[in-house]
């Protein structure tokens, strides 16, 4: 029976991933770390409402078994390039350096397909960024999954996406950027409930493809 720690619990992974969850034996407590509440109860949630901007608060709190990265924004609902990474690359670094301070001993991030550190575009690199630098962080197990487009139910309206959706169908349908083909959020939080499960000693990465085939390996 695992605990299981959670970041980006409101967003379209982590909540997919909470309910998954909430409904599997093998987790007997999920924590999530959230800015505003889940408004949710279950015997097995226990909430913290935390401000990521004063980690000497919540650090002690970081106690678990599986801890699972899942935060996240666009520019448009940040603000600007610095506070979207921010959120992305220095409230998920600081975390995880928390839960490997603690010893928690198996990391899954959400990252995304593509990410470099040296690539071009912000997006790409600031996730290339974290990726390459909690890969430093001393955990037993770190899992990198890279998604592609993520799409599903989400609480806000993200119009590039659902374009960007559309177009990505349409090319993939022909053959083309099969490497970068929409995923559900349901498909990536069951690959990262696996990821974490299943989790082997040392950095293992997750392309696309293999999301996709991990999700169906309960």
Known sequence: MKTAVIIGATGLVGNNLVQLLLHDDRFSKIIVFVRKSLQL?????????????KPESWIHLVQGDILFSALGTTIKQAGSQDKQYKIDYTYQYTFAQAA?????????????????????????????ELERDVKTLPFKSIN??????????????????????????????????KQYRPISGKTVAAALRNAGLQAQPGVHNYTLAEVFDLANHA
């Open 41 to 53: 109860r279950d015997n097995k949630l226990e909430e913290h409402i935390i401000d990521f901007d």
């Open 100 to 128: 490997a301070r603690n010893q928690l001993p198996t990391y899954v991030l959400v990252s995304a397909a593509g990410a470099r550190p040296d690539a071009k575009m912000f997006y790409s690199r600031m996730k290339g």
């Open 144 to 177: 990198i999954i890279r998604p592609g487009l993520l799409h599903g139910a989400r609480k806000e309206e993200r119009f590039g996406e659902s374009v960007a959706f559309k177009v990505l169908t349409v090319v993939n349908s022909i053959g083309l950027f």
